[in-house]
């Protein structure tokens, strides 16, 4: 089940971005060895706490 839901997030998150840079996104999961969505989340909350310094 939990394979499922993964997979279920990481199709939302690429339908949300161009080709190329999901699969960006995905090269530097797969090289940390995280879910995809999961880093994307990462990635989305790092630049709202960097606004939020500014």
Known sequence: ???KAE???THNVMLV???EDFEA???EAKKID???ASY???LIYEGLRKR???
């Open 34 to 36: 995280i879910p995809v």
């Open 52 to 54: 939020k310094e500014r």
């Open 7 to 9: 997979h279920k997030e």
């Open 1 to 3: 089940m939990r394979k």
């Open 40 to 42: 994307a989340k990462y």
């Open 17 to 19: 971005m161009r080709k």
């Open 25 to 27: 996104l995905r090269a």
